[in-house]
């Protein structure tokens, strides 16, 4: 028995000095990890902050703000799509209040908004529009997004603009990811509480929280010191030139801060006072199956694997990134905010949340993943070998005495032509309209656009040279019989 009790005591005694070895442990490994990740990816400033157990286990904040202010735990980062989850709990709010139901039509509550339902039999629910089955295609949503709309009217304008959109499949059937769903859902919180979604948003989600630096205007923004983030040269950051829509507020311009972020995944992970356990449990769940075992539900990425569940959402807007992880089975979570962004680095937080989570749960820190930057390699080489072939070709036209003007002119139609179709060439690629390119990969359009111009330019003076050729063998001939 004395053994046995003996055995107890150690087990007792020894048992938190180990929790405790691994806990510091893996904070060293997470403070490496992203002191390697910043600088490998070159991100000014990020913030981290993990909660484990009910409690802020790590925080910390790196490197500089747009101004070249220090990154705080208090510094405003625009959230991207993160932002949906703090929507999709705005709703269910509504929903426990009896003011919303998540299978009425919304025609029901927003009867000004048309479309087009193209002869399908259902029409498009609340539901449908948390969990990205509305109809309405990715195109459409980017069309309405990132306009830079401000002040109190900025969402209904927005909706104004998306009014008559024609769905592309029947509401319900088919997983389409686009910011026009919680743009709407967005509005239907206006109409439904007579509030703006920045007033509702502030007294009946933030305030609830705690979040107290959590806004959802520009003006709310700049008044606690948000300062734009940065684009990316080849991986070097340069200032943004400042994209901030009020309107896209309920789909991806909401502005945190890693410390209030961290009240949000307490809640995540508590799930006290703002929902009851079965509406919160309906606001965790899976709803729409999008491959193996991965879901989405109302507004949230779902893994459904019994060893591994998760749920997480990443975000962006043109100069920041974000990633938002929770872990119910392992009872932590992270919240990681960055201010860099371009469509050629989207892996780079990716890869971050990833070895966060691998250090959390193996403790062991994973290799990052390499960033390549064709992106702009490609528009780029394209500029210049386009600019060396065509003043090659531009000698070689002003040194000829016999020449085909006809066949100089076409070439120099062609290539006019080429440029006019270009861009509407490269959205139709991408499944993206030009603004969303040129504020997501602003290096890329500028030298997308530079390319384009060295097509206009190379048909135009081929024309005009041809031209100027033409006659001067006319008056060659005229002068010499």
């Not at 459409?140 to 304008?157: C, V, Y």
């Not at 509030?195 to 107290?212: A, K, P, Q, R, V």
């Not at 779902?302 to 872990?327: K, Q, V």
Request: charged letters at 20%; hydrophobic letters at 40%.
């Amino acid at each position: 028995m004395k053994r046995y009790l003996f055995t107890f005591v150690c087990f007792i005694l020894i048992f938190p000095v180990h929790t405790n070895a691994d806990s510091q442990k893996q904070i060293e490994l997470i403070e490496k990890y992203m002191e390697t990740a910043l600088d490998k990816y070159q991100i000014p400033g990020a913030s981290l902050a993990i909660i484990r157990e009910g409690q802020l286990w790590f925080q910390k904040s790196w490197g500089i703000q747009g101004n070249g202010d220090p990154v705080t735990e208090d510094t405003l980062f625009t959230i991207g799509s993160v932002s949906k989850p703090l929507t999709s709990l705005a709703i269910m709010k509504l929903v426990e209040k009896g003011l919303i139901e998540l299978d009425q039509e919304i025609d029901y509550y927003l009867p000004s908004f048309q479309y087009d339902v193209k002869g399908f039999d259902k029409k498009i629910t609340i539901r449908n529009l948390l969990t990205h089955t509305s109809g309405i295609s990715s195109y459409e949503g980017l069309k309405i997004a990132d306009q830079n709309l401000r002040g109190e009217k900025a969402i209904s304008e927005a909706v104004k603009k998306l009014n008559h959109v024609k769905l592309t499949y029947e509401p319900g059937s088919v997983h389409q990811y686009s910011a026009a769903n919680y743009l709407l859902l967005g509005r239907i919180i206006e109409k439904i509480t007579g509030e703006t979604f920045s007033d509702f948003m502030d007294t009946d989600i933030y305030t609830s929280l705690g979040m107290n630096r959590t806004v959802s205007t520009f003006e709310e923004a700049s008044e606690l010191g948000y300062q734009p983030g940065y684009h990316s040269f080849f991986g070097k950051p340069i200032k943004s030139n400042m994209i901030f829509d009020d309107s896209g507020a309920p789909y991806g311009y909401i502005a945190s801060s890693a410390d209030d972020m961290a009240k949000y995944l307490l809640f995540l992970l508590d799930s006290k006072d703002l929902l009851s356990d079965e509406l919160f449990k309906e606001y965790i769940s899976p709803q729409v199956h999008r491959k193996d075992e991965m879901y989405y539900g109302l507004g949230w990425r779902i893994s459904t694997n019994n060893e591994d569940p998760y749920i997480f959402h990443g975000g962006e807007t043109p100069d920041s990134r974000a990633e938002l992880y929770m872990n119910h089975k392992n009872d932590y979570g992270f919240i990681l905010l960055t201010n860099k962004n371009d469509i050629s680095e989207t892996m780079s937080t990716l890869s971050m949340r990833e070895g966060i989570k691998t250090i959390m749960e193996r403790g062991q820190m994973p290799e990052l993943i390499k960033m390549n930057y064709q992106m702009q390699w490609i528009p780029l080489l394209l500029t210049i070998l386009f600019a060396f072939c065509g003043s090659l070709s531009l000698y070689r036209l002003k040194k000829k005495t016999n020449f085909h003007s006809k066949s100089w002119n076409i070439a120099g139609l062609f290539l006019l032509l080429c440029s006019f179709v270009f861009i509407p060439i490269v959205t139709y690629i991408f499944g993206a309209p030009w603004h969303s390119i040129y504020h997501y990969s602003f290096i890329t359009a500028i030298f997308i656009l530079s390319f384009v111009g060295v097509l206009a330019i190379y048909g135009f003076l081929i024309i005009v040279l041809a031209y100027k050729k033409k006659q001067e063998i006319k008056l060659n001939k005229s002068c010499c019989p």
